[in-house]
């Protein structure tokens, strides 16, 4: 199974700062026959559910505020915030969608300084 | 309005049975697989299985896979997550969520709010 593994686990930011996180996964999560790679991103604020944030790489699904973005290829990946608000905060996640079993990163909490 | 609407709480011994639900309103219920998520007490989230109810294909995830059963009623609009025996392990938060079209990139757009799981003796 393909496991993904993210860095940093734990993100402390200034307000108005940037934030980067990174996503590997153990095997390319690029689909040849459809163009698309099957990489997510999730952010799970605190005592709410998850949420989708970016879908098929580098799309942001609907709602989400244009300062996240998300890129990469093959195996490296990284959601960008390019200026971090007090209601970023939470656990963001990346998950593949490759192949079965889907498998989540450890998550990175994201906390304001 | 898609929604996606969990059974309550619970709260069971090692060895009972248990089955939660999760029913979906709002959009065509049997053509969009369900999945399940665990998040276990200061943990991550874990990928369990999902089911397509139109036709009930179901997918473990190998970490999983013997020790729950996922189901779903079309009929009813509600897909469900068992145990046969539950073990104070399994004591966590689940959460249903659906994968959306692949017009949108096929992933799981939206959740339902969790439904927390407690085994103690």
């Known amino acids: 199974e393909i496991v993904m593994t993210q860095t940093p686990l734990s993100l402390p930011v200034t307000p108005g700062e940037p934030a980067s996180i990174s996503c590997r996964s153990s095997r390319s999560l690029f689909e040849s026959a459809d163009g698309n790679t099957y990489l997510d991103w999730y952010l799970h604020k605190p005592g709410q559910s998850p949420q989708l944030l970016i879908y098929a790489l580098s799309y942001r699904a609907s709602g989400v505020p244009d300062r996240f973005s998300g890129s990469g290829s093959g195996t490296d990946f990284t959601l960008k915030i390019s200026r971090v608000e007090a209601e970023d905060v939470g656990v963001y996640y990346c998950?593949?969608?490759?192949?079965?079993?889907?498998?989540f990163g450890q998550g990175t909490r994201l906390e304001i300084k | 309005e898609v929604q996606l609407v969990q059974s309550g709480a619970e709260v069971k011994k090692p060895g009972e049975f248990l089955k939660i639900s999760c029913q979906g309103s709002g959009y065509s219920f049997s053509s969009y697989w369900i999945g399940w998520v665990r998040q276990m007490p200061g943990k991550g989230l874990e990928w369990m299985g999902m089911i397509y109810p139109g036709d009930s294909d179901t997918r473990y995830s190998p970490s999983f896979q013997g020790r729950v059963t996922i189901s779903a009623d079309k009929s009813l609009k509600i897909a469900y997550l068992q145990w046969s025996s539950l073990k104070a392990a399994d004591t966590a938060l689940y959460y249903c969520t659906r994968r959306g079209s692949p017009q949108l990139g096929s992933a799981f757009d939206y959740w339902g709010q969790g439904a927390l799981v407690t085994v103690s003796s």
């Open positions: 998950m593949q969608r490759l192949e079965f079993p889907y498998n």
